[in-house]
T-cell receptor, first 116, second 116 residues
Framework: NAGVTQTPKFQVLKTGQSMTLQCAQD?????MSWYRQDPGMGLRLIHY???????DQGEVPNGYNVSRSTTEDFPLRLLSAAPSQTSVYFC???????????????FGPGTRLLVL | AQKVTQAQTEISVVEKEDVTLDCVYE???????LFWYKQPPSGELVFLIR??????QNEISGRYSWNFQKSTSSFNFTITASQVVDSAVYFC?????????????FGAGTTVTVRA
């Protein structure tokens, strides 16, 4: 099991450019999510998906798009990069269970993004 | 409102000292889960423990132990006989079982530095 993988590890963009951060998991997890980590703020949820074909917004979704065409993949798209999107991005996944239960979320290694 | 507070920003200890990391949470849900993650200098997020709101038993895993007290809404983490390899940022996180987004609400993290 590779677990949760992310590519690229590091990326530099110019303001206005677009790009896609890739995330894949091989654990057959229904739930996948994207977080961004900024200094002193912990991690904040950008978008999430509870299964193929189902996505929804987290707490900081502006400027990002997601899609979930397969169980394994959950790419994050930056439509027009801005310096405020400079951050470390983490993808996570977990099983989902009945309402009232929470499984452990496992994180990928992260993508460090710098927007100039 | 901040749901998870880690009041200690940084802690520095000498090897073999014990170190306790504080985590205070806030929720109205009766069912919730608490987590601790470790982020070493390499940057990945490593899962340490998951605890649900109905299980107040303390847990010990090697040099790590956790003290969960619902009466004070705290879930503290102690490293006994610290080692240099324990140097990392440690995050406490809360997941409320009634939420539809399975979001982890993270604290801001505590940076632990263990000096040889």
């Amino acid at each position: 099991n590779a677990g949760v993988t992310q590519t690229p590890k590091f990326q530099v963009l110019k303001t206005g450019q677009s790009m896609t951060l890739q995330c894949a998991q091989d654990m057959n997890h229904e739930y996948m999510s994207w977080y961004r980590q900024d200094p002193g703020m912990g991690l904040r949820l950008i978008h999430y998906s509870v299964g193929a074909g189902i996505t929804d917004q987290g707490e900081v979704p502006n400027g990002y798009n997601v899609s979930r065409s397969t169980t394994e993949d959950f790419p994050l798209r930056l439509l027009s990069a801005a310096p405020s999107q400079t951050s470390v991005y983490f993808c996570a996944s977990s099983f989902t269970r009945d309402r009232g239960f929470r499984e452990t979320q496992y994180f990928g290694p992260g993508t460090r993004l710098l927007v100039l | 409102a901040q749901k998870v507070t880690q009041a200690q920003t940084e802690i520095s200890v000498v090897e073999k000292e014990d170190v306790t990391l504080d985590c205070v949470y806030e929720t109205r849900d009766t069912t919730y889960y608490l987590f601790w993650y470790k982020q070493p200098p390499s940057g990945e997020l490593v899962f340490l423990i998951r605890r649900n709101s109905f299980d107040e038993q303390n847990e010990i895993s090697g040099r790590y132990s956790w003290n969960f007290q619902k009466s004070t809404s705290s879930f503290n983490f102690t490293i006994t006989a610290s080692q240099v390899v324990d140097s990392a940022v440690y995050f406490c996180a809360l997941s409320e079982a009634e939420s539809n987004d399975y979001k982890l609400s993270f604290g801001a993290g505590t940076t632990v530095t263990v000096r040889a």
